[in-house]
């Protein structure tokens, strides 16, 4: 407790988890936001993506609840949807397979479905409750920097705050790496994957009795480069996004949504779809490029000041992976703030957690839908090898789990199947083929697997 008073920039979901570990370390905490944040759960307009529908991973939930001891409890009491450990509560489909609905999920996978305006509103009362958290609602105009550090902010009013830390939890749009710049640090070089997704989001009223899903995914895959995400939300409404990958455009009405719900969703599902009531006007968005500021790779970094969040690095939002992400870095945040340099302590650990999740993204946008960027000789074959698992998956439960488990964050960051999984995956394969062959009619056609 010794340092005095740390400023947050940014109201988000990044800027209240930072805004809660500060508040562990310093007297003081200053939450700038221009906007005017709602009292209730609502949406707001500098969050243009919370219409969309947001997957709450499991290690996300774990992460959130450890932040905020209660979060999960109340969310639930507030109509929040638990999954039940049931395979008939969720629907997902990856790069064209679907799995993970044969089979009883671990306990581990006890999911919660807020909208992502409910789990902002829960966080952000919770943060402001906070003794020594205050929330200013002003913007901020720049960093004041005495030539070694960073030292307070000044504000969009041309006040000059002082300030022990100032974490940037502006997002995507971050000016941080103009400011390092003009400090003479130069910017930070930025990975990028060109992913170019569209989304078209509507909030619908199904009648009851005609699902027993609370979460419905199909990917998008490399032959068939839209998909959709439903998600039933805690006010008795759904939440349904489709989407394009590569450029190409999202459905643009709620015709053309159902039609592709007929064409990629069990029938049961697209049928309870068009017997929705639509609410409001059809939400659009664009998400032109992943993006990964590599301020870790930086010969020289100021102190006083940290990246927080997507500020850092902002991942293909269709993969469902950003606030799990965020809600890590909050933990790196903390451990940092233990440490005697705490700045190069965060961006070393950020990196570490990121790079793997990154890698696998990269990888599936590049090689199964149709993104641009570097690519690296490998992205290819491990693409394909990945295809070929999720195959397998779909009937081997084995498999299924081990996928589920590392892409909902639990086991590992790093989705590397072991050898035995990997020969698991080619014997089932070698049978599903050889069973082909003695089908009448598809033995011209059957593909030879590959490892």
Not at 148 to 158: D, E, L, N, Q, S
Not at 259 to 274: F, G, N, T, Y
Not at 333 to 341: D, K, T
Request: proline share 6%; glycine share 10%.
């Amino acid at each position: 407790m010794g340092q005095k008073h740390a400023i947050v920039i940014g109201a988000s979901l990044g800027g209240l988890c930072a805004a809660r570990v500060l508040s562990n370390f310093y007297d003081r905490v200053s939450v700038y936001e221009r906007d005017t944040l709602p009292d209730d759960p609502g949406h707001r307009a500098a969050v243009p993506q919370s219409r969309h529908v947001h997957l709450l991973m499991a290690r996300g939930a774990m992460e959130f609840e450890s932040l905020f001891p209660g979060l999960l409890e109340d969310m639930v009491a507030a109509g929040v949807p638990m999954l039940e450990n049931r395979p008939d509560c969720i629907h997902f489909g990856a790069a064209g397979h679907v799995l993970g609905t044969q089979h009883r999920l671990q306990d581990e996978f006890t999911a919660y479905v807020p909208s992502r305006k409910h789990l902002e509103w829960q966080i952000r009362r919770r943060v402001l409750d906070i003794d020594n958290v205050t929330l200013v609602n002003e913007g901020i105009g720049e960093p004041v920097f005495d030539g070694r550090r960073v030292t307070g902010v000044r504000t969009a009013g041309g006040a000059t705050v002082e300030a022990d830390l100032v974490v940037d939890a502006t997002g995507r749009g971050t000016r941080l790496p103009v400011w390092l710049e003009q400090w003479g640090f130069g910017r930070p070089h930025e990975d990028t994957v060109d992913v170019g997704i569209s989304y078209a989001t509507h909030q619908l009223r199904i009648p009851d009795g005609l699902l027993a899903e609370k979460v419905v995914v199909a990917g998008a895959s490399h032959d068939q480069p839209v998909g959709i995400g439903m998600l039933y939300y805690e006010d008795g409404t759904w939440g349904m996004t489709t989407f394009g990958v590569g450029k190409v455009p999202a459905p643009a009405d709620f015709d053309e949504m159902c039609e592709l719900a007929d064409k990629i969703l069990p029938a049961h599902v697209s049928a309870a779809v068009r017997q929705a009531e639509v609410l409001g006007d059809i939400a659009l968005h664009k998400y032109p490029t992943s993006r990964w500021r590599r301020f870790d790779k930086m010969t020289r970094y100021p102190a006083g000041i940290l990246p927080f969040g997507d500020a850092v690095v902002s991942f293909n939002p269709t993969f469902g992976q950003g606030m799990t992400m965020t809600s890590l870095q909050a933990g790196h945040l903390r451990r940092a703030l233990l440490s005697p340099e705490p700045e190069a302590t965060f961006l070393k650990a950020t990196s570490k957690t990121t790079w793997p999740v990154w890698t696998m993204n990269a990888i599936g946008d590049l090689a199964l839908h149709r993104a641009e960027g570097p690519s690296r000789w490998w992205y290819q074959p491990v693409g394909s090898l990945f295809d070929q698992f999720l195959g397998a998956a779909e009937t081997d439960p084995v498999l299924a789990e081990w996928f589920l488990r590392r892409f909902s964050l639990l086991d590992s960051l790093y989705m590397v199947p072991s050898a035995r999984l990997v020969g698991r995956t080619v014997r089932h394969n070698m049978t599903a083929w050889a069973k082909s062959l003695r089908r009448p009619g598809t033995a011209a056609s059957a593909p030879v697997p590959s490892a």
